[in-house]
């Protein structure tokens, strides 16, 4: 017997099953496409790394000379013409996906040592230009909480709401991060939240790993200005980029690592959690998220928290 339904009803399943656009006919693998662009993204850095490193191996040797290579009297020295010197290439600023260079990259780090408290570290954000990220995005999505907090959790990217309102998880995932810190004692004025990434990529993209590493510098000086006691990366993105554990993140939540820097005096300590999102797409991680949010309640406990 066929059952017939509305195409309303079929929708409506579609929504509730994570459905949000619809391109063709054919299914894609999406899980072997991010695999294989995975891969491409890395041959392609190391090739452009091994073309840098020849290309300043062949530079010749230039000795030092008071003018500039071309010459600032038009050519001619002592009334006598001067003869041509060939000024080596420039050392080749690297682009890698997503539009962002080493350069970019350098002065990130620079702004971010310099910030001396969130306040400023969040002004720096504001004026800075080297990720690409901010040209499409309507607002910077810095961080918001307790700025002296014992706990700080890091998501991935900004979603549409977060987007709109300038602020990390304030769409429903962040409505379910409210109920998790409830459920152990916890809520926002006693915490920071904030993402590795500080702008939404177009389309809730993957951020690729350059733009992810521009912005690391100003994550990590966050976390060093806050100083909290315990330091919770919420997904796979975010687990990734600051704990340095590659792998599925359903083998990495749960277990304990240390975070530290250069700058830091010590270490803290750092766990991973099932990001929001993904809980409410995938209600079967519940279980597990709760079993984590326990071990985190009892860490703050041991420290005294």
Known sequence: MELLQHPQQILAWYVDA???EAIGEAPLDRFALAGQAQASRAAQAEALLKAAETERAAQPFKAPDARDARGRDGGRESGRESTPT??????????????VSDEQIKSAVALAAAAKSVDELSAALQGFDGCPLKKSAMNLV????????KVVLIGDVPGADEDRQGAPFVGPGGQLLDKMLASIGLDRAQVYVANTVFWRPPGNRTPHA?????????VERLIELIDPAVLVTLGGPATHALLAQQGNVAKLVGRWFTFETSRMSHPIAATALHHPDSLIKTPAYKRQAW???????????ELGL
Do not use: T, Y
């Open 18 to 20: 994570g459905v949000d």
């Open 86 to 99: 060939l000024a080596p290439p420039l050392a080749p600023v690297r682009a890698v996906e997503g539009g």
């Open 142 to 149: 810095f961080g918001a909480g307790n700025s002296a907090a």
């Open 210 to 218: 350059s733009e992810v590493a521009v912005c690391l510098p100003f």
């Open 291 to 301: 079993q984590n949010l326990l071990a985190i309640r009892q860490k703050l406990n």
